[in-house]
């Protein structure tokens, strides 16, 4: 009997061709760049990274002007990026936890109205939600100047929401320090009190004694350095307010469109978790005399959670990813600046996508290894 065939050497002799098939096509394509390049007399390199930019963002976390460099244009964009993420990821969550309850209402009108948003969302393609939602905002706020005045301190108009910056003073370094280790005492009181109730059943109060330490700690050492903290509030110079700190229209457009987007596919993971929970597990629980969102909150949600943690990863993922559209409504995202106007301005494609796949790439496996993580904490431990 010949090598090939014997099954197990046939099967790696097939994988050991298809593997140098890959290479020779990968040596083919970067063997065929370089060809191109050296016949359009262009060189690889990441040096542009170091030019000024040349343009301005709408939207900026971190100190930013026209005369910075790509790079620094690219980290702005890629906090912009993380800002819609974030936000995007609580707000979906809160509202697709709500709305996958609410599809199991017995209330007959919370039900519908549920499904029918659902549906309607689901179906909808997310860049005309965005388009959507950014023509809204924009047509139906007034122009700076006839702009909305909250108590002279906050401004709403086409332009954005105008709000006091604060300006940290001497000693506010300790105020930061409060809310971490506030923080990290809300982290051990939590696992405590889920200690003491799996030891004894007792119920020990969480939400209070996290306020206090996040909120209350924080607040008493700002008190006791005498309030160090300045703001400055925006005012209307020109065409446009001066100060403070704005909130663009295209990011509140863009992280709506998305949070509500995302929201509906997540209501029905929600619901396919709560259903996959056997109705005895309820029945239960009501037996016993717990209220229906008592029976919710400590019986069916904890077993849900170990159905809804996988499919919603990929939840997270599509709205990161999905933030890419950004460019449509002209927020300055890490596709505007660094795969934008950057890549036109300096002509490098190649690298410029390199690096914009590259962070989309370890952004999406953070997530990844985060979410699995905590997935891998809410599983049942088997003997």
Same mark, same amino acid.
């Given at each position: 009997m010949n090598a090939w065939q014997d099954e197990k050497i046939r099967h790696v002799i097939i994988q050991v061709f298809v593997i140098l098939a890959v290479f020779a096509s990968i040596a083919w394509l970067v063997g065929n760049v370089i060809s191109n390049f050296a016949q359009l007399n262009k060189t690889f390199g990441f040096d542009f990274l170091q030019l000024p930019a040349g343009y301005d963002i709408? /939207? *900026?976390?971190?100190?930013?002007?026209?005369?910075?460099t790509h790079l620094r244009a690219g980290v702005v964009g890629l906090l912009n990026t993380f800002l819609v993420a974030i936000i995007g990821i609580i707000l979906a969550t809160i509202l697709g936890v709500v709305l996958g309850i609410l599809r199991l209402s017995k209330n007959w009108l919370a039900r519908n109205v549920t499904y029918? %948003?659902?549906?309607? @969302?689901?179906?909808?393609?997310i860049l005309l939600q965005i388009l959507l939602w950014h023509g809204i905002l924009v047509n139906a706020m007034p122009s700076p100047k006839q702009a909305h005045n909250f108590g002279d301190?906050?401004?709403? @108009?086409?332009?954005?929401?105008y709000l006091p910056s604060p300006e940290p003073g001497v000693g506010f370094s300790w105020v930061y320090l409060a809310v971490i280790i506030g923080l990290v005492a809300s982290f051990l009181w939590v696992s405590f009190a889920r200690r003491r109730q799996e030891e004894t059943g007792q119920i020990l109060p969480r939400f209070l004694p996290c306020v206090g330490f996040v909120i209350g700690l924080p607040l008493l050492v700002f008190l006791a350095l005498g309030s160090p903290m300045t703001f400055s509030i925006p005012a209307l110079k020109g065409f446009n307010f001066r100060g403070g700190v704005t909130v663009s229209p295209e990011l509140?457009?863009?992280?709506?469109?998305?949070? #509500?987007?995302?929201?509906?596919?997540?209501?029905?993971?929600?619901? $396919?978790?709560?259903?996959? #929970?056997?109705?005895? /597990?309820?029945?239960? =629980?009501? $037996?016993?005399?717990l209220r229906p969102n008592r029976v919710m909150n400590l019986v069916i949600l904890p077993q849900a959670r170990r159905v809804i943690i996988p499919p919603l990863t990929s939840q997270y993922l599509n709205l990161t990813k999905n933030s890419s559209l950004a460019i449509?409504?002209? %927020?300055?995202?890490?596709?505007?600046?660094?795969?934008?106007?950057? +890549?036109? /301005? *300096?002509?490098?494609?190649?690298? =410029?996508?390199? +690096?914009?796949?590259?962070?989309? +790439?370890?952004?999406? +496996?953070?997530? $990844?290894?985060?979410?699995n993580w905590y997935n891998s904490q809410t599983k049942l431990v088997e003997r």
């Amino acid at each position: 009997m010949n090598a090939w065939q014997d099954e197990k050497i046939r099967h790696v002799i097939i994988q050991v061709f298809v593997i140098l098939a890959v290479f020779a096509s990968i040596a083919w394509l970067v063997g065929n760049v370089i060809s191109n390049f050296a016949q359009l007399n262009k060189t690889f390199g990441f040096d542009f990274l170091q030019l000024p930019a040349g343009y301005d963002i709408n /939207q *900026t976390l971190i100190e930013y002007n026209n005369r910075d460099t790509h790079l620094r244009a690219g980290v702005v964009g890629l906090l912009n990026t993380f800002l819609v993420a974030i936000i995007g990821i609580i707000l979906a969550t809160i509202l697709g936890v709500v709305l996958g309850i609410l599809r199991l209402s017995k209330n007959w009108l919370a039900r519908n109205v549920t499904y029918w %948003y659902v549906e309607f @969302s689901r179906n909808v393609p997310i860049l005309l939600q965005i388009l959507l939602w950014h023509g809204i905002l924009v047509n139906a706020m007034p122009s700076p100047k006839q702009a909305h005045n909250f108590g002279d301190l906050a401004f709403l @108009s086409n332009r954005g929401l105008y709000l006091p910056s604060p300006e940290p003073g001497v000693g506010f370094s300790w105020v930061y320090l409060a809310v971490i280790i506030g923080l990290v005492a809300s982290f051990l009181w939590v696992s405590f009190a889920r200690r003491r109730q799996e030891e004894t059943g007792q119920i020990l109060p969480r939400f209070l004694p996290c306020v206090g330490f996040v909120i209350g700690l924080p607040l008493l050492v700002f008190l006791a350095l005498g309030s160090p903290m300045t703001f400055s509030i925006p005012a209307l110079k020109g065409f446009n307010f001066r100060g403070g700190v704005t909130v663009s229209p295209e990011l509140v457009a863009l992280t709506f469109a998305l949070s #509500i987007y995302t929201a509906a596919f997540i209501a029905e993971i929600v619901r $396919s978790g709560i259903l996959a #929970i056997n109705k005895g /597990q309820r029945e239960a =629980a009501e $037996s016993l005399g717990l209220r229906p969102n008592r029976v919710m909150n400590l019986v069916i949600l904890p077993q849900a959670r170990r159905v809804i943690i996988p499919p919603l990863t990929s939840q997270y993922l599509n709205l990161t990813k999905n933030s890419s559209l950004a460019i449509a409504i002209g %927020y300055m995202d890490l596709v505007a600046t660094l795969g934008g106007i950057t +890549l036109n /301005q *300096t002509g490098r494609e190649i690298e =410029a996508m390199m +690096l914009v796949m590259m962070v989309y +790439l370890v952004i999406s +496996l953070t997530i $990844s290894a985060f979410m699995n993580w905590y997935n891998s904490q809410t599983k049942l431990v088997e003997r």
